[in-house]
């Protein structure tokens, strides 16, 4: 049976988690606004229009703030359209995804809803088609407390206190060639750089995301992040990244180790950020806000499609089936995102409902949680307190993509519960028909007694959640497992994800 073993110090540690690690994505596109957590027609809409059944499912996950509303939507979108009486708002034709849009959720409904389901809401402004003008105004709506023309207008929409939104992303993917508006680096740079000064001199407070790289197979990679950061370095507080895996073909191995190429993609921006640090002599560092990452069957969707569907509101798209096999990518994702608890300080799972999401509807019907769900829900829920330092030792495989791939991906955090104080490790076997060995050796920390152990894995690693069978894939309770002389002995099933407690003796 292969093997890994790993030793837990709580004196190496990581650093501690930024619980914005655990956000989501809402954008204008396909089915995740319209009939997704807002349809005023079903039977469970509150009197704004917004599904109950979706708002518990995404309470439930644990999202303590949400990216709006875009995504490429955002680089075509006029904030104002979406504000004031809902029947008078304009319909407009969404060029980002082809769809019709009626705005009929906008900037007020969604910063309402996101409160009500215990999120704060990360707003994305528009700089494809708009700019500065737009941005600062923006802003002016959303945290002017009154007095003013903007602020003034949100308190007539019915909103007399301000919103506070803290974070703010400059734009949307500004190098991808599909955006609307897209720009060079420098070009993108000075806009960026000048619109966050503006945005701040509305409001000091706020926190301003510059555009990384769209993906990390970019051909500016590297270049694109060290020339906006030189002109941005001063007015921003964080770097995009985005990231989407699927597997390609039968080349399930690779896909599993999706997680390698995440961990070089983080180590190189953080690279790139820190050698614009040294060479503008700047005090600060900045942070990751990987405000895009997910599984995305990505060649399922034909962009040249598109004109050929026609326009229409809400159309079904992106709306990928998550399966065993994707549930621990997505659990490894997370992994690698805690293990980078010291620089990533915002992630955000795209996205949050039918469109490649963790919660999927049905028109008029039912609500129910994907494969993916479930990691995600565990590890926002279980992954908070302090990343410790690991050095996995172990058996490893070969991979087409990332070469040689260790067997065991491991991530532990220290929960700080000072009456219950609790060790938490994340791990993933990848070996896709053996059970793993993992040898923990927990002597740096003697009160951990008791291990319980939950995993997604199936003996069909394609099986998926669907309206007829939502908890076909759910977490396994696997044995309790007692430490032994400040080790502890256990067995992950092959293809798993796995959330191992360890506790005092109860
Ligand atoms: O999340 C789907 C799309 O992926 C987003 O709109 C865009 O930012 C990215 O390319």
Redesign the pocket.
Known sequence: MPSANLTVDPAFRVGRVDPRLYGS?V?H?GRCVYTGLYEPDHETADKDGFRQDVADLVRDLGVPIIRYP????VSGYNWEDGVGPAGQRPTRLEL??HSIETNRVGTDEFVRWAGGVGAEPLLAINLGTRGIEAARNLVEYCNHPGGTYWSDLRRANGSPQPYGVKVWCLG??MD?S?QIGRQTAAEYGRLAGETARVMRLVDPGIELVACGS?HHQMPTFGSWEATVLAETYDTVDHVSM?A?YQQHGADRGSFLASAVDMDRAIDEVVATADHVRAVGRHRKRLGISFD?W?V?YLSRFQTPEQAERGWAVAPRL?EDVYSVTDAVVVGNLLITLLRHADRVRIACL??LVN??APIMTEPGGAVWRQASYHPFALTSRYGRGTVLRLEPAGDRYETAEYGDAPLLDAVAVLADEPDAPELRIFAVNRHQREPLTLDVDLRGLPGLAVASHLAIADDDPDAVNTAAEPDRVSPRRLADRAVDGGRLRTVLPPLSWNLIRLGAPG
């Open positions: 994505f954008e596109l875009g995504g490429n939507f980002a995804w949307n993917e991808g599909w769209s985005h989407y895009e997910n995305w992106l795209a996205q469109v490649i």
